[in-house]
């Protein structure tokens, strides 16, 4: 069996979506086992003052995306609280044998990033008035969108480790996979799925501000190597940009990646992005291919 909780308070403006974000989210490291999803607990913070309409709405946006995943909303608990909070706590069932966890990559293994990199910054470019709801549309549907597909595609290719990208970044999510599985990994940057405009808020130093805090953690796993103090400053704020429902990052086997390639491409009509590869010795290092 496997148990999860998650949730936040509003990354969106909209009732419904924020349900459904957080729905994606918690969900999303159940998929990121390999497990599916059975029921789920909604857990609501709200004032009153807001209205049954809203309560109503983000509730609807959760058991949408818990019903999506083929699973049931089963209950829950709300308090009375003046900053909103909702998510979920959800149970859910996978084989033993094929169960996935964030460590067991191996040397070899080529690293696929399901989702785009930025969420993080675009929302912060909104509540900066530089970017409208309207104009992240496509990153308010990313975080909408289950990890399901994602995952069934990972167990048909046998995936050696995986997680879900979320709070810490990938420089976060990739280094705890990479110091439990004793490897190092080499990143290629230009194939970095990104939303748009992405770089160019990130060399602004446009960003959350508790990006400043990860890119600090991160200094100590991230090599600099050539870069100048500009670019690799404007990298670092991609990996650090923490994300809100991302998307799962896999080690699959050389011999194994046409397989996840082409299931994934059959399960979502979408390529996904291969990033980099897991490379031996010096364990939670992350460097940039040249």
């Known amino acids: 069996m496997a148990l999860t909780v998650d949730f936040f308070t509003p ?7 924020l349900g459904r974000i957080a729905g994606a989210n918690a969900l999303g490291d ?31 946006g959760g058991a949408d995306a ?8 089963a209950g829950g608990h709300t308090i009375d609280d003046e900053v909103p ?11 033993p044998q094929e169960l996935i966890r964030n460590l067991g990559a191996l040397p070899g293994d080529a690293l696929y990033l399901t989702k785009p990199l930025g969420s993080g910054m675009m929302i912060s470019a909104v509540k900066k008035g530089k970017e409208t709801f309207e104009s992240i549309a496509p ?27 979320t709070g ?36 602004e130093r446009s960003r959350p501000n508790i990006t400043t805090s990860i890119v600090r953690y991160a200094q100590q796993f991230v090599e600099q190597g050539e870069l100048d103090d ?41 390529q996904a992005a291969c990033i980099g590869t897991i490379t031996p010795e010096h364990p939670g290092i992350i460097r940039f291919s040249s």
Request: hydrophobic share 45%; with cysteine.
């Open 11 to 17: 990354v969106v403006d909209d009732p419904y979506d």
């Open 168 to 203: 810490y970044g990938l420089a976060g999510h990739l280094h705890e996979m990479l110091e439990a599985s004793g490897c190092s990994a080499e990143l290629q940057w230009e194939a970095l799925p990104l939303f748009d405009r992405v770089e160019e808020y990130s060399r």
């Open 85 to 95: 909070k909702y998510g979920l706590s959800v149970l859910g069932t996978v084989n």
């Open 230 to 270: 500009e670019e690799f400053g404007t990298r670092m704020g991609v990996l650090c940009d923490p994300q809100t429902s991302g998307g799962l990052l896999i080690a699959i086997a050389p011999d194994m990646q046409c397989t996840f390639e082409q299931a994934y491409f059959s399960l979502t009509g979408k």
């Open 66 to 73: 818990v019903a999506e995943a083929g699973a049931l909303i």
């Open 139 to 165: 990153v308010v549907e990313s975080m909408k969108e289950l990890n399901a597909l994602a995952s069934q595609a990972m167990l048909a290719a046998r995936a050696h480790a995986a997680t879900d990208i």
């Open 30 to 60: 159940i998929f990121a086992m390999g497990a599916k999803p059975l029921m789920a607990l909604n857990l609501l913070a709200i004032s009153p003052a807001l209205g049954y309409d809203v309560a109503e709405d983000i509730l609807r």
